[in-house]
């Protein structure tokens, strides 16, 4: 069993940064990939940023050039380092591992919040 924990959300004003660190314990299987996804309110659950086991990294359009995701994986850790923050970041934020057979962890997810 896989569980995730993230932390680090929160509230920002536009403009700032927000970090948020996810970490696996458990059976900890070889994982194709891990990575964020968002859901912000009614709207559908959408991935910001992904890493995969060889390192290779994904993000979502929107947040290309503003988001970092970097693992440590010593610690099994993946880390969200998100910068120049818009009201339109607002959602609630999960950390997810996928496994080579497409088997989804999630974690229970932290808010992040951008206003001013």
């Known amino acids: 069993q896989v569980t995730l924990v993230e932390s680090g959300g929160g509230s920002a004003q536009p403009g700032g940064s927000l970090r948020l660190s996810c970490e696996a314990s458990?059976?900890?299987?070889?994982?194709?990939?891990m990575g964020w996804y968002r859901q912000a309110v009614g709207k559908q659950r959408e991935l910001v940023a992904v890493?995969?086991?060889?390192?290779?990294?994904k993000y979502e359009e929107s947040v290309e050039g503003r988001f970092i995701i970097s693992r440590d994986n010593a610690e099994n850790t993946v880390t969200l380092q998100m910068n120049s923050l818009k009201p339109e970041d607002t959602a609630l934020y999960y950390c997810?591992?996928?496994?080579?057979?497409?088997?989804?962890?999630w974690g229970q997810g932290t808010q992040v919040t951008v206003s001013s």
């Open positions: 997810n591992l996928r496994t080579f057979d497409m088997r989804d962890y």
């Open positions: 458990g059976t900890i299987p070889t994982f194709f990939a």
């Open positions: 890493i995969f086991s060889r390192g290779g990294k």
